[in-house]
């Protein structure tokens, strides 16, 4: 089954505290990609902590220019190069030209074939991408429907590709399970306040990766001004994109703890099923 491994390598906002870095999120999936969501300060650190080598990474998706979201970069890209390896970075248009001076390859979308990700505008106070992650998983096979194929075939059809068996063409569609979604998502939002243009480009996710800045002792009209959420803000936006996992990251300095957000996200019935989790805290989550 298709498996993400999520490690949590900063859960913090603008200010760190000494239990709670800087915005970093270690992703790998079952077909072997290792992305990095966003680059704190320190990140390189936390990699090799993890045991995960900064030049083995497939890429970095950094979510906009604040500083606690790139000032991991320098040391990162550098480390990787000793290390015989070079970082491709993913981030906002309006980046690139500042981010390739770093000596890197700059995009704003990702094509691995059965992984693509691409940029879906957010709503923060500066030009940001959230990542929106793709799996293409193929199609299950109504077992009936394919009764006495060739396994060539049923390989292909899995795939998403017609194929011709002794004179017919059988598309993947006509023999697949309806049941069954081909595809599986994944939406990293980095910063932003409650944002109806990204609910409308993204449609539907499985997992969502949400900032909650605040939880419930902030007017939410200064959150939003400021370009962030409260907790209230990421499970309406889960609902909306009918998430099955929701996982609340950014926490401000301003709580000691994380008690106070896990008491809300308690009083919210599945689905979503929401994680806040603390620094090097490790989700698998089966898609």
Do not use: N
Not at 17 to 23: F, G, Q, T, V, Y
Not at 180 to 186: E, I, N, Q, V
Not at 196 to 218: C, N, Q, S, W, Y
Request: glycine share 10%; charged share 25%.
């Amino acid at each position: 089954m298709p498996l993400l491994k999520l490690v949590f390598l900063g859960t913090g906002g603008a200010v760190p505290r000494a239990d709670r870095m800087l915005p970093a999120i270690y992703l790998e999936d079952w077909l072997g990609h290792r992305i990095l969501l966003d680059a704190g300060e320190g990140v390189q650190y936390r990699l090799f902590q993890i045991g995960v080598a900064p030049s083995s990474l497939t890429l970095v998706a950094v979510t906009h220019m604040h500083e606690d979201h790139v000032l991991g970069l320098p040391g990162l890209v550098i480390t990787a190069k000793f290390l015989g390896g070079k970082v491709k970075l993913l981030g906002p248009r309006s980046a690139h030209e500042v981010l390739s001076r770093l000596g890197v390859e700059v995009a704003d979308s990702y094509d691995g074939g059965r992984l693509k990700i691409r940029c879906v505008e957010v709503c923060h106070t500066v030009d940001a991408c959230g990542w929106l992650l793709e799996w293409d998983v193929g199609y299950k096979l109504d077992l009936k429907k394919v009764e006495g194929l060739p396994k060539w075939a049923l390989t292909k059809l899995i795939r998403g590709e017609e194929v011709e068996v002794g004179g017919r063409v059988i598309r993947p569609e006509e023999v697949a399970d309806p049941a069954h979604k081909r595809y599986r998502r994944l939406l990293y939002t980095g910063d932003t306040g409650p944002c109806p243009r990204m609910l409308k480009a993204v449609g539907e996710v499985d997992v969502l990766i949400h900032e909650a800045t605040f939880a419930d002792d902030v007017d939410p009209k200064k959150a939003h001004e400021e370009g962030h959420s409260t907790v209230a803000d990421a499970v309406e936006a889960a609902k909306a994109l009918r998430a099955g996992v929701l996982v609340l990251t950014h926490i401000s300095a301003r709580y000691t703890d994380k008690a106070r957000h896990r008491q809300l996200a308690g009083r919210v019935p599945p689905p979503p099923h929401i994680y806040v989790p603390d620094d090097f805290d490790t989700l698998l989550v089966q898609l």
